[in-house]
């Protein structure tokens, strides 16, 4: 049976509690899910900084394990039936630790697959769509006369920010009273989206009011100030 020390990324980011699960992140809206995920479930785990400044995520050692090359990715040493996992994709990876821990998704059926569902809308649209905002607001697009791209995706984050404001217009979160990786998913993105991306103004973030009250909440949260943070620049190999 495989060990932790038979995955080609110990070698590079070294395991000083091989008994817990290895998170290979970066503190981005994507890594993050991972991080605050883990924190809000209390699952042991250590954390990896795969440092994009130094291109770690194309090493040979972090494509034997993510050969998409993006982060955030986990090694659980005690995966079902006892063996490794390893996972990448952050909606993979809270799937599994929802279902690890018993937490953060509902038992049945029916409110399971709803949540899933909430999950797959984020990961589709939310992320990508406000990552081209990112982009054409803060950063390259500035160098586009045409403004036409931008604006396009302007638009359709506006849209995705209205669906997310009618789904908890009478409800605390994404699915009703029961904070899930739904929320776990969506709302980091949200909090770049006018924090980082600088873009609140720009998507009239203020048409949104019960977005920007269960964003409060969830910034709030104890797990989520941590994981906000994790990895840090200490835990750089």
Known sequence: MMKLSDFPITKKWPAQHPERIQLYSLPTPNGVK??????????????????????????????????????????????????????????????????????????????????????????????????????????????????????????????????????LQNRAWIMGDEYSIADIATFPWVRNLIGFYEAGELVGIKDFPHVLRALEVFIARPAVIKGLTIPGRSEAK
Do not use: C
């Open 34 to 167: 991972a991080s605050i995920m883990l924190e809000e479930t209390g699952l042991a785990y250590e954390a990896h900084l795969v440092d994009f400044g130094t291109n770690d995520q194309l090493s040979p050692e972090f494509l034997s394990l993510n050969p998409n090359n993006k982060i955030p990715a986990m090694i659980d040493p005690a995966g079902p039936d006892g063996k490794p996992l390893p996972l990448f994709e952050s909606g993979a990876m809270l799937i599994y630790l929802a279902d690890k821990s018993g937490k953060f998704i509902p038992r049945d059926a029916a409110g399971r697959y709803e949540t899933i569902q909430w999950l797959m809308w984020q990961m589709g649209g939310i992320g990508p769509m406000f990552g081209q905002v990112g982009f054409f607001h803060k950063f390259a697009g500035k160098d586009y006369e045409d403004k036409r791209p931008r604006d396009r995706y302007v638009a359709e984050a506006k849209r995705l920010l209205s669906v997310l404001n009618e789904r």
